[in-house]
């Protein structure tokens, strides 16, 4: 069974500083998935990265996924309120065209102003 | 251009009872993705559907869970003889190609009470 460890899972911090969310797996994704989920409404896409390696930019927002396909990063520069929410990762399994997702099990994040 | 539909939004149901959840796929989408997130986990897959057929239901449970999509009408999950474990959030996400994961459009999802 693959599965994603998304860490941290709980993350509270003041307005302004930076962050680094990780999800690692010991599988390979054909690509992998970064959502952020509001209370009461489902997961909306933020970034897909594809190839190993690539670096995807999102304003505050950067997303990394790993040379070797098996992990990826969310980073945040100078947090604001408006971050706060639940972020998701999910990876697509290797060879892909699977039409299905392998979640993590999430990283709430709340910044405080 | 109106999202993924989901409804009921909010279902109670008693121990025993039926529980139905449509999803109405966004205009244009053939594919339709159900997930289950129960309270303090992530989400995880349950079924892959297209038109009158089911693709892959790998992620479903083996009893009182089944799935159809047809030709007509919104798809719809079913759970029969409900219990307390299967309260949970459940989500649809469609999308326009074959098993295009990666261009998934979620519902605002059914939350499932069992009492």
């Known amino acids: 069974t693959q599965l994603l460890e998304q860490s941290p899972q709980f993350l509270s911090i003041q307005e302004g500083e930076n962050l680094t969310v990780y999800c690692n797996s010991s599988s390979v994704f054909s690509s992998l998935q970064w959502y952020r989920q509001e209370p009461g409404e489902g997961p909306v896409l933020l970034v897909t990265?594809?190839?190993?390696?690539e670096v995807k930019k999102l304003k505050r927002l950067t997303f990394q996924f790993g040379d070797a396909r098996k992990d990826s990063s969310l980073h945040i520069t100078a947090a604001q309120p408006g971050d706060t929410g639940l972020y998701l990762c999910?990876?697509?399994?290797?060879?892909?065209?699977?039409?299905?997702?392998?979640f993590g099990q999430g990283t709430t994040l709340q910044v405080k102003p | 251009n109106a999202g993924v539909m989901q409804n009921p939004r909010h279902l109670v149901r008693r121990r025993g009872q039926e529980a139905r959840l449509r999803c109405s796929p966004m205009k244009g989408h053939s594919h339709v993705y159900w997930y289950r997130q129960l309270p303090e986990e992530g989400l995880k897959f349950m079924v892959y559907l297209q038109k009158e057929n089911i693709i892959d239901e790998s992620g479903m449970p083996k009893e009182r869970f089944s799935a159809e999509f047809p030709k007509e009408g919104p798809s719809i999950l079913r759970i029969q003889q409900v219990v307390r474990g299967d309260s949970a959030a459940y989500f649809c996400?469609?999308?326009?190609?074959?098993?295009?994961?990666?261009?998934?459009?979620f519902g605002a999802g059914s939350r499932l009470t069992v009492l």
């Open positions: 999910a990876g697509e399994p290797s060879p892909g065209n699977t039409g299905k997702l392998i």
């Open positions: 990265v594809v190839t190993g390696g």
């Open positions: 996400a469609t999308s326009t190609d074959r098993n295009r994961a990666n261009v998934l459009t």
